[in-house]
């Protein structure tokens, strides 16, 4: 038997799990890749044909959406491109790689695609080459629908798999269902990227930070995955597979003891009340999770309700996804984000631009204030499931007053066109905004006079402050969510809501760390808002001290002019509440 290897990298979510490893994409972008046997090729064309047939039902959803929304002559590009697709030639290519080469679909589509990149690439003047594009979009399209209907896993493994990947994307962690995911590791990724923030959503550990990991990797291997301390086992030989399970039960025991304790209040040791809430993206949480542990639901991530789905959620849709959450949490309240997609969160039926930069891109409010019916339809379904429960609507990536007043014209319209239809409203949603966009910070004294809450999204408002993209591996070292600058803008984001008497809570992923939730209280936030799988530790750590020790933290953190200084700070504070 080979020997154990132990690789170290970086934790990104913690936890132990051991099994299968399934490598799900050697390269970024690169397309799932297996051999299929002589008798599954009939099968296989039979796939890409069906996948052929939804990616062109697409293409015409989109054309009428386009035809609506905008005009007849910006649809017209969906038509070409289903004509595109129509053309037997490329099919018929398409299908003799299969056939040839005995390659899955995904394969022979992504040659197809890389072969009109290559006629691209050779080709004179602008105009010509931009319908090349067109030639080769139709078939992303198609790659797309292989992707989400098929199932990447051998059928009939029973366990739950390891994924390894390249790169730590939002699609490799949702590539198997939840309940057959063990852990992920991936050779580079961010650890607050929005991959990073779905595996932590998801309770399963993660490690990134692992160069040449796939070369060392077979698929079906065993792996050892350490989420906490970022560490991975290749290979564990039958003794460390018993220590791991030895480790892993004693974990299991110590969190069942935190979540037994977890259904006291959120106060500190002196009998101050604070808020401990939630995030989640969809009502599977429940299940997973016991969410009314906590204080409510402080973010619903709606957008992964609209990438689960071939197409846009209809207006019922929502409202029975958004009335069966509210009904979980009733009576506690639940922070309904509306959709931000853009960045890396894209939707396989919306096209949105290709952008450079897309951090500083097209994303949140800025699509849905440019695409209002988009925001219409999400405000009239939460509106109408909000009657008679706790809701309240927040808002991603605001970035001026403008766009706050803008939206509120176009919740006033909503709530106004429902009444005259006839359904019940409430008349006092609150409605708040995310401060992740730094040009807040400086006009936040405005800005609290025209919402109900603050909530705030450290995982962007850190990549603005520190420039440093949170999706981008080389310059994970440079994100840094104690640097001086972050923590004193949380600081003053707590002293000017807390003059103006607005409740103010931090959303971001830095807030599951029970020090940093901590250091958050001490400079005067009222709640967090963390995944499900932090909440016992955090409650936890705040019945054990009082206000005037997490002030005193606080002040004593801003007091660093380093990013070591501050975590020196933390430490001392996490010794203590592991000797207390
Ligand atoms: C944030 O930016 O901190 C946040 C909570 O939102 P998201 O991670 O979805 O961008
Ligand atoms: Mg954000």
């Given at each position: 038997m080979a020997r154990a290897r132990t690789v170290h990298g970086v934790s990104v979510s913690p936890g132990l799990a051991i099994g299968p490893v399934h490598v799900?994409?050697?390269?970024?972008d690169a397309a799932p890749t297996w051999s299929v046997a002589e008798g599954d090729v009939a099968a296989e064309i039979e796939r890409l044909r069906h996948a052929v047939e939804v990616a062109s039902e697409q293409l015409a959803r989109r054309q009428q959406l386009v035809a609506r929304e905008s005009s007849e002559r910006d649809a017209q590009i969906f038509a070409v491109h289903r004509m595109i697709l129509a053309d037997a030639g490329a099919t018929r290519e398409v299908e003799d790689t299969i056939r040839g080469e005995r390659v899955n679909a995904e394969t022979a589509v992504h040659q197809l695609i890389a072969r009109l990149e290559r006629t691209l690439r050779g080709l004179e003047g602008n105009s010509v080459r931009s319908y090349s594009a067109d030639l080769a979009d139709p078939w992303r399209e198609v790659l797309q629908a292989l992707l989400n209907v098929t199932p990447i896993l051998p059928q009939g493994s029973a366990d739950k798999v390891v994924l390894a990947a390249a790169v730590l994307t939002p699609q490799v962690v949702t590539a198997v269902e939840r309940g057959r995911l063990a852990a992920v590791v991936a050779e580079v990724g961010g650890r607050f990227s929005h991959a990073a923030v779905l595996a932590r959503a998801f309770g399963v550990p993660c490690v990134v930070?692992?160069?040449?990991l796939l070369t060392r990797l077979e698929q079906g291997m065993t792996v050892a995955v350490d989420g906490g301390r970022g560490v991975v086992e290749l290979r564990p030989d039958p003794q460390q597979v018993a220590e791991f399970h030895q480790r892993r039960s004693r974990l299991e025991a110590r969190r069942a003891s935190l979540s037994e304790q977890?259904?006291?209040?959120?106060?500190?040791?002196?009998g101050v009340r604070k808020g401990v809430l939630v995030n989640i993206e969809s009502v599977h949480d429940f299940e997973i999770f016991d969410v009314r542990q906590s204080d409510g639901v402080g973010l619903l991530r709606t957008e992964f309700l609209y990438m689960e789905r071939p197409q846009f959620p209809s207006e019922d849709e929502q409202f029975r996804m958004y009335r069966r959450v509210l009904e979980r949490m009733a009576p506690k309240p639940l922070t309904l984000r509306t959709i931000d997609i853009g960045g890396d969160k894209r939707l396989s039926y919306f096209q949105t631009p290709h952008e450079v930069n897309p951090a500083l891109g097209w994303r949140g409010i800025r699509v849905c204030l440019e695409w209002q019916d988009l925001l219409r339809v999400q405000l009239r379904a939460a509106l109408r499931a909000g009657f008679g429960n706790e809701l309240r609507l927040l808002l991603p990536m605001v970035g001026s007053l403008e766009e706050i007043l803008a939206v509120r014209k176009i919740f006033d319209g909503v709530r106004d066109s429902l009444v005259e239809q006839g359904f019940e409203v409430e008349s006092d949603t609150p409605v708040g905004v995310m401060v992740?966009?730094?040009?807040v910070l400086f006009t936040l004294e405005r800005i609290v006079r025209e919402v109900d809450f603050l909530s705030v999204g450290t995982n962007d408002l850190v990549q603005y402050i520190l420039a440093a993209?949170?999706?981008n591996p080389w310059v994970a070292k440079l994100y840094e969510p104690h640097h001086p600058a972050v923590l004193r803008a949380l600081a003053d984001i707590a002293r000017v809501a807390n003059a103006a008497g607005t409740p103010c809570a931090v959303c971001g992923d830095m807030a599951d760390d029970p020090a940093t939730a901590l250091l958050l209280f001490g400079m005067g936030f009222d709640s967090v808002s963390v995944a499900p799988y932090f909440l016992p530790e955090i409650k936890s750590a705040l019945r054990r001290t009082t206000l005037a020790d997490a002030r005193r933290l606080a002040v004593d953190a801003l007091a660093q002019d380093t990013v070591e200084g501050a975590k020196r700070v933390l430490s001392s504070i996490r010794d203590a509440l592991n000797g207390a």
């Open positions: 799900v994409q050697a390269a970024p930070g692992l160069p040449g977890a259904d006291l209040p959120a106060q500190t040791a002196d992740e966009v730094p040009s993209d949170r999706d």
